[in-house]
């Protein structure tokens, strides 16, 4: 099984209108709430793929409860800790007039020393029976900058390979603890490395631990940077929709990549062919199925030599 950790989980409520209206009223023509999270939604992909997961993580107080709730009554295997404190929640407004989503996002409990290394023991507990364990999502409050690299050196000290999909300073102190893969978007990369071009910000953070690095670059598709080559990877058409949860959805293809030992551009196509069913769907965790399979035979992938300058559109060779 593969095992999601989400460390600040939450309840996601998301509300369908025409068109946001800034400093007036609007009106909602649909709202749903869920468990949420980056690591919720990845085992989300998993089980809709038919693959076993785990999601395990940080919960607490009302919401926390009714985030339980909802992973039991979505069948999700749950093994949460609960923690003082209240879990956050986050609001998606989607517009759907012009296929755009603004989200708010609370800050989540204050986590303490001793419920931390609480969850490390329980981490423990819970790797021998993983296949690979994805790390991803904000850190609550209290929990150390260096979370995801002490979790890491379990997960390395268990045999269990790591995918870590964080951002920041909680990123960049996991990379000398060596995850299997990471999935930073274009705006971490740049965050994280101060370099604008994708690729050298790529090449970077591999250079400071990460085996892999495969960035997310919304319409523009995927590159990864690897130790086997470099590629880039788009879908054949642009979509519309809640981006919410494309790039969980990206992660779960690529986890299950790394766990069935698929070709790197087997893994992109899939990658990006799930990530683009996912902004049709509309809730995060969820895609849609039959775009998946549509987009799935007509994305690109092709390698690129990774010390070349990134262009975001490439030249036409034949005008």
């Given amino acids: 099984m593969i095992l999601t950790v989400t460390l600040n989980a939450a309840l996601d409520i998301t509300h369908h209108l025409d068109r946001l209206r800034p400093h007036g009223s609007n009106r909602v023509r649909a709202v749903a709430e869920r468990a949420g999270g980056k690591g919720v939604n990845v085992s989300r992909v998993l089980r809709a793929l038919g693959h076993p997961t785990v999601v395990t993580g940080l919960v607490g107080g009302l919401t926390g409860r ?10 999700l295997t749950d093994r949460m800790l609960t923690v003082p404190g209240e879990s956050r929640r986050t609001v ?18 204050v986590v303490g020393a001793e419920e931390w290394e609480h969850f ?32 890491l050196r379990r997960a390395h000290a268990h045999g269990v390979p790591a995918v870590l999909d964080a951002d920041g300073a909680a990123l960049r ?46 319409a523009d598709g995927l590159i990864a940077v ?3 080559g470099s590629w880039r990877a788009r879908a054949p058409e642009r979509l519309a929709g809640n981006p919410t949860g494309a790039g969980d959805a990206a992660v779960a293809a690529l986890t299950l990549g790394l766990v069935t030992g698929t070709p790197w551009p087997d893994r992109l196509a899939e990658a990006v062919a799930l990530s683009a069913a996912a902004v049709v769907a509309p809730l995060a965790g969820d895609f849609d199925p039959a775009v998946h399979r549509a987009l799935r035979p007509g994305v690109d992938v092709r390698p690129f030599a990774p010390f070349a300058p990134f262009a975001a559109e490439e030249p036409d060779p034949c005008p």
């Avoid at 998606?92 to 409990?109: C, K, M, N, Q």
């Avoid at 274009?186 to 631990?209: I, K, N």
């Fill in 92 to 109: 998606a407004v989607v517009e759907e007039s012009v296929g755009d989503t603004t989200i708010l996002l609370e800050p989540g409990p």
């Fill in 226 to 228: 690897t130790p086997h």
């Fill in 173 to 218: 102190a996991a990379l000398p603890s060596g995850p299997a893969l990471i999935k930073p978007n274009a705006d971490e990369l740049a965050a994280a490395t101060g370099r604008t071009d994708p690729v050298a910000a790529a090449r970077a953070l591999q250079a400071a631990g990460a085996g892999a690095v495969v960035a997310s670059l919304g």
């Fill in 120 to 151: 490390v023991h329980h981490l423990d507990t819970l790797l021998p029976d993983a296949t690979a364990v994805v790390l991803s999502g904000s850190l609550p409050r209290g929990v150390p900058r260096d979370a995801y690299a002490r979790l």
């Fill in 66 to 75: 009714a985030i339980r709730a909802e992973l039991a009554a979505a069948g």
